[in-house]
């Protein structure tokens, strides 16, 4: 069974939403029949982190179902590159380690966990110092973000395979994405002990983002943790988008939270996160020092 991506895969939810159109029902098939599944993406021009990280959760359901995948690498040298870097042709078979030191790697291997992956947000920030200054304060904010959605996947997903976390630097923008994505029960189910009357996996996805309505199951974050990640959204002027099942919803700095009901399923969670690296928002190590001399 060959399913071919020859279009771009951007890390916007409607482009994931894209991506799983395609991908699902040949994942779907494979899973229940047995059969042999190619991922053909020798013309794709574009992946980001989100595809990424869709991509190593359906090799790992598939692995974790005991079946048989090829992936055929993209031909355009810099996204294989970026393939290599992220460590999906390792994944494949089709390629060595990443090598993270590279001068040209602007992202870091994509990684599974299934417990708290206190490297995994050591790697994110050692790549955002290599290519964007910046302060402690501002890493202390990133750092906490990484380690919400970490904690949400351990505490909520109860997914089979873990989670999985990517990231990738856009030095120009002075911009880090993050993603992390699971493949568990998804945020409705999460919340449905404590709130049974949820209409929609968009709805239910809205709800997280409420700081008085979330599961509030365990003593690691509060709740789904993801009312905190959307404040840091709105000071930081970043971006972030949440999918779980049919539903997923976006904001945009200080914008409201939009909703939607996807066509395609995401057969979990999946959190994209853009943050912007701005010491002018959370102070610089310079004025830190000033204030400690004072």
């Not at 779907?28 to 595809?51: I, N, R, T, V, W």
Request: contains cysteine.
């Amino acid at each position: 069974m060959r399913v071919r991506v020859d279009f771009n895969v951007d890390d916007t939810t409607k482009s994931t939403e894209a991506l799983l159109k395609r991908l699902l029902p040949a994942w779907k098939a494979a899973e229940s029949s047995g059969a042999h599944l190619e991922l053909d993406f020798a013309d794709c021009q574009y992946l980001g982190p989100a595809a990424m990280a869709l991509l190593f959760a359906l090799l790992a359901d598939l692995d974790a179902h005991g079946r048989k995948w090829t992936f055929v690498p993209p031909k355009l040298q810099r996204l294989r590159a970026y393939c290599q870097f992220s460590g999906l042709l390792h994944r494949a078979g089709v390629g060595g380690p990443p090598n993270r030191d590279h001068p040209d790697n602007v992202t870091i291997p994509t990684r599974t966990f299934s417990a708290y992956d206190a490297q995994a947000i050591e790697d994110i920030v050692r790549l955002v110092r290599r290519f964007i200054p910046m302060s402690t304060q501002t890493e202390s904010v990133l750092r906490s973000s990484i380690a919400e959605l970490i904690q949400n996947v351990l505490d909520h997903a109860k997914s089979p395979t873990g989670g999985f976390i990517t990231a990738r630097a856009f030095s120009h923008e002075r911009e880090v994405r993050f993603v992390v994505a699971d493949t568990g029960i998804g945020v409705r189910r999460a919340l449905s002990a404590r709130h049974p009357n949820l209409g929609s996996d968009a709805d239910a996805v809205v709800a997280a983002f409420d700081e008085h309505r979330t599961s509030q199951t365990t003593a690691h974050n509060r709740g789904l943790g993801l009312y905190h990640l959307s404040e840091m959204v709105r000071y930081n002027g970043g971006e972030i988008a949440f999918l779980s099942n049919t539903g997923s919803a976006e904001r945009h700095g200080a914008s409201a939270l939009h909703k939607r009901t996807m066509d395609q399923e995401f057969p979990g969670t999946m959190a994209i996160v853009r943050f912007r690296v701005d010491d002018a928002l959370y102070g610089s190590d310079a004025e830190l020092a000033a204030d400690i001399e004072l």
